[in-house]
């Protein structure tokens, strides 16, 4: 499948290009700054195009042979971003906030959501010997329940990858995801550090727009590996199938 990349004009109104004051920004960011404009560093979206092609073709090739990617975002402005485009997806995420442990310790976190399926189960049956006190009071805490674990609870083994939304906010995804030795990806503003992870896209990571277009992006590019993958299954099927008819006529 082909990658359409947005023009440097849709980028630039998008407010892809604004990065943090000079005094926020890492050294290690240099290479992808234009330039400084009233202080606050410039991105230099060329820079932004040539990763977001080659993170873009990248996750077409992993997509295609069944890798997952944990997305994580939990910024107010951009969470539910991040949360369209991996539900668009069809892959896990964490918006709300990260939990201490869902990469170091899963087996704990898989069974804080086997309760929580559990209580739904419990409020879902009439017949269960619940007072409405107590139905009302298991009803509040699987609804906090629900904000930590509903993004993960169909993620029964570790994601193959991480794609990150300022790995600066998310430090804790990061550190994790390194003592388990699972390769990030992610968006970094001009405060990052870019070697920190392993697939980068140099683009402003605070602004609601800038994220929506990279997030937008990602995940119609995943919807289409998928596309092509259930394709490339049919005909291998078909195949099969002429092939055994084939067989049985000879």
């Given at each position: 499948m082909s990658v359409k990349i947005p023009e440097i004009k849709e980028m630039f109104l998008a407010g892809m290009h604004f990065g943090h004051k000079k005094e926020h920004s890492h050294p290690k960011a240099k290479e992808y700054i234009f330039g400084l404009r009233d202080g606050v560093n410039v991105i230099d979206l060329t820079k932004t195009q040539e990763f977001l092609k080659l993170v873009l073709e990248f996750i077409v090739r992993e997509v295609k042979i069944g890798k997952v990617f944990l997305f994580v975002g939990t910024k107010k402005q951009i969470?539910?971003?991040v949360k369209d485009a991996a539900v668009k997806s069809e892959m896990p995420y964490i918006a709300q906030r990260w939990l201490g442990g869902i990469l170091t310790n899963f087996?704990?976190?898989?069974?804080?959501i086997k309760y929580l399926e559990d209580s739904e189960a419990k409020i879902a049956d009439e017949s269960s010997d619940l007072t409405k006190k107590e139905r009302t009071l298991l009803d509040k805490e699987v609804n906090?329940?629900?904000?930590?674990?509903?993004?993960?609870r169909k993620m029964k083994e570790l994601p193959d990858y991480l794609l990150i939304i300022d790995p600066v906010k998310e430090h804790n995804a990061v550190s994790e995801a390194k003592k388990k030795h699972i390769p990030i990806v992610a968006v970094c503003d001009t405060d990052a550090n870019p070697?920190?992870?392993d697939w980068f896209i140099p683009a402003n990571d605070d602004a609601k727009s800038s994220v929506e277009i990279v997030m937008n992006l990602i995940a119609e590019t995943i919807v289409g590996a998928k596309k092509d993958l259930e394709k490339k299954s049919d005909k291998v099927v078909e195949d099969k199938k002429d092939t055994k008819t084939e067989k049985s006529e000879e």
């Open positions: 969470k539910q971003s087996e704990t976190i898989r069974k804080g906090k329940q629900k904000e930590i674990y509903d993004g993960i070697n920190k992870v």
